[in-house]
């Protein structure tokens, strides 16, 4: 279907500005089609080319039929498609006549049939030389690397028509995807396109075990994957009782994914816009020298104004985009350079008398573009139109990039020369140090002067705030280049031990506890008790001081109705303590044993119902859910993969000793979370979602003290999970 060679058009029309002509006009700028059948019975001729009045009347099998014609007829013509053996089809109706989709959907999937759509604005393929589309779009678009599938037809033309001189590979408008979905397209473009940077603009996911597979097919071949979600998350509207699914949130689901994949999750079309073009322009940055210095890991920019430096500099402190930290023999040679009173730094005002703008910007650029330390250098200016005809900041800029073209060399560290077509646009791989024009306000820009930059390699970025998240996204490709290594081996025979279990009822909470400890995970020694004596009894078996917890049916958080009490060193404080207990909640409780204090994560677990079970590392205690200071990854992960997650906390720091306080023991907690990624992963079928809140991290260990287990049953809705089990 993508690369049909064959192409009927059903509904082709004379009547000007209809869907029929502007498909047919289309396909006939179409150089990789040789043949094509215009199909439609009020018509005896479309464009000077002979029409036909059926679909049937095509003298061989087309590979692609469109369909250009309303919701009545589509199920009508899609199923003289499937007969003559058509192997794709394009839909651009929306099919909203009641039963349409479905029968639609079941005729192409009985006859084996790819299908774009319905609802789309259909694909066009660049590199092929296919425009499968029933809108008129430009006549020229440069082929390179980039690929994109987006639900939305609005922004599937927004990205053919920007001016970024993106160059292209596929584009498709998936539409309601109906039966061919984006892991089908990603599928295609791993296996046989020249695509090495992938945006998805994705409202839903569907098939989600392929659309990871596939993606993570993708980054082990070299592709950059650059995700927008629109429209709100894929994760599941009810997580029930678990903090874990209130702490996650809307985005959690794409954060895990992008965290997987080592791919870059963007927030709105100017920064899709911005780092599709950074990804796929001809220079990449170098990676830090491991054991080495921080290369590869900072910006660096160049202004021509000290007030738009200080603007560019804080919106890179609110974006967490950082400056590299320049050398002292780059800094000496940039103050030789400067106008007295201008002081040599990262970001740079080079503006002071005007005289030689050309060579000044030009040196400071390449003389920066040099530091090991910088990983891309920006011009940051307006780039506006200048009315005297002076032209000197592009030739600056043209300058340095040429002075930095040798900079590099092919299989340097970070050298991806590899990966893409020689000489095709934009593809990666390039030797040279990365250098882009960063501009301030979209609408100021000379796109005379920034075409100019842009046909020679160098992107310009269009927006302060969008080009510094696309840098950023350009310094995480370089420092995380591929996905981690991650066993995704089950462990058949302690799966086998616990599946039936959890199957069976709500284990108790020493059960649970067991559960955990045969995954790894660290808990207190603990005992259930129903009377007073048993209570002492247990506390004399597991030593002082304990715990004392109520074991009450149907309460999941104890702490929150005071059914906690910690500290309890003798007989006579278990015996008031329990006593308290049962009057209020009555007589069941358990017996732990008290935990050394530390600093106070919680891990757990959730499931979303597209990408599967996600791993929560939060900052934890009974202000988990007020803090909102949380991690989440996609089980199972690797140890770089949980270790990760640990790191992007904002408490992280007091692992490391706080005021005072000793270092924790971060390897014990990063594998706890290893640990419960290998219970999701194995028992997610079964559990909906797990909390483990405090797990409590101390210099020797981590330990969860805590453990709630809202079970799940194979074939029982996510609303209907209501009941808990604690431990």
């Known amino acids: 279907m993508l690369e049909a060679r064959s192409v009927a058009l059903v509904g082709a029309s004379s009547r000007p500005g209809s869907l029929g002509l502007r498909m047919v006009r289309e396909v006939l700028r179409s150089p990789g089609v040789p043949k094509t059948w215009l199909v439609n019975p009020g018509y005896a001729e479309v464009a000077g080319r002979p029409c036909l009045p059926t679909l049937a009347d095509v003298d061989e099998t087309p590979d692609l039929v469109l369909l250009g014609v309303g919701d009545q007829r589509l199920v009508e013509q899609l199923t003289v498609a499937a007969e003559v053996g058509a192997r794709g089809a394009v839909v651009f109706g929306s099919a909203h006549a009641a039963g349409v989709r479905e029968e639609m959907t079941r005729i192409a999937g009985a006859a084996g049939m790819a299908l774009v759509g319905a609802g789309c604005m259909g694909f066009w393929n660049v590199r092929h030389g296919l425009r499968a589309m029933g809108y008129t779009e430009r006549d020229d678009l440069p082929v390179g690397p980039v690929s994109v599938v987006t639900h939305s037809g609005s922004v599937f033309s927004t990205l053919l028509r920007t001016r970024l001189r993106l160059g292209f590979d596929l584009v498709v408008s998936s539409g309601q995807e109906l039966v061919t979905n984006t892991a089908d397209y990603v599928e295609h473009m791993v296996a046989r396109t020249d695509t090495r940077v992938l945006g998805l603009v994705v409202e839903t996911v569907r098939d989600g075990d392929r659309l990871r597979a596939g993606l993570r097919a993708a980054r082990e071949a070299g592709i950059e994957v650059v995700l927008l979600p629109v429209g709100g998350s894929p994760l599941g509207s009810s997580l029930v009782a678990a903090h874990s699914g209130a702490v996650a949130g809307d985005q959690a689901a794409w954060e895990a994914l992008a965290d997987e994949l ?116 920006a011009l940051a200016i307006d780039l506006v139109h200048e009315y005297d005809g002076d032209i000197a900041y592009p030739e600056a800029v043209e300058d340095a990039f040429a002075a930095t073209a040798s900079l590099g060399s092919p299989g340097s560290p970070g050298s991806l020369g590899s990966l893409g077509s020689p000489g095709s646009l934009g593809s990666p791989g ?93 808990t207190p020694r603990i005992r259930a008790a129903a009377s007073s004596a048993e209570t002492l009894a247990a506390a004399d078996e597991i030593g002082w001081p304990v715990v004392l917890k109520t074991d009450a049916p149907g309460v999941e958080h104890r702490s929150d109705v005071g059914g906690v009490v910690v500290g309890l060193e003798d007989g006579l404080s278990v015996a008031a303590a329990y006593a308290g207990l049962a009057n209020r909640l009555g007589p069941l409780v358990t017996v732990h044993e008290q935990v050394e204090p530390g600093v106070e994560i919680s891990v757990g677990l959730v499931r979303d119902d597209a990408l599967g079970q996600m791993v929560v590392v939060a900052a934890g205690g009974v202000l988990v859910e007020l803090v909102a200071d949380r991690v989440v990854g996609l089980a199972p992960l690797a140890p770089e993969g949980a270790r990760r997650l640990v790191d992007r906390l904002r408490v992280r720091r007091l692992l490391d000793g706080w005021r005072g306080a000793p270092p924790s023991n971060v390897d014990a907690l990063v594998d706890v979370v290893v640990a419960v990624s290998r219970l999701a992963h194995e028992l997610g079928d079964v559990v909906a979602a797990l909390d483990l809140n405090p797990v409590v991290v101390t210099p020797r260990t981590a330990v969860a003290v805590d453990a709630l287990l809202v079970p799940r049953q194979p074939d029982e809705p996510p609303a209907q999970q209501e009941e808990a089990w604690t431990a």
């Open 262 to 377: 080592a791919a870059h999750l963007v927030g709105d079309l100017a920064e899709l816009g911005d780092t599709l073009a950074v990804l796929s322009s001809s220079r990449r940055p170098a990676p830090s020298a491991e054991g080495g210095p921080s290369m590869g890991r900072g910006i660096a920019t160049v202004h021509d104004s000290g007030a738009e430096r200080s603007l560019v500099a804080d919106l890179a402190h609110s974006l967490d985009v950082p400056f590299a930290a320049l050398s002292e023999t780059t800094l000496a040679a940039l103050g030789e350079r400067l106008d007295d009173g201008l002081v040599p730094g990262n970001p740079l005002d080079v503006w002071g008398g005007g005289a030689d703008t050309r060579g000044l910007f030009g040196d400071c650029l390449t003389t920066i573009a040099a530091d090991p330390s910088v990983s891309v250098t």
């Open 430 to 522: 390039s030797v040279g140090a990365p250098l882009v024009v960063l501009a301030g306000l979209p609408s100021a820009i000379d796109p005379v002067a920034a075409e100019r930059l842009r046909s020679i390699g160098v992107p310009v970025l269009e927006g302060f705030r969008s080009g510094l998240l696309a840098l950023r996204h350009l310094i995480d490709a370089a420092e995380r280049p591929g996905v981690d290594r991650v066993d995704r081996g089950i462990d058949a025979t302690r799966r086998q031990r616990w599946l039936p279990r959890l199957q069976a009822g709500p284990l108790s909470p020493v059960d649970l506890r067991s559960l955990l400890a045969d995954y790894g995970v660290p």
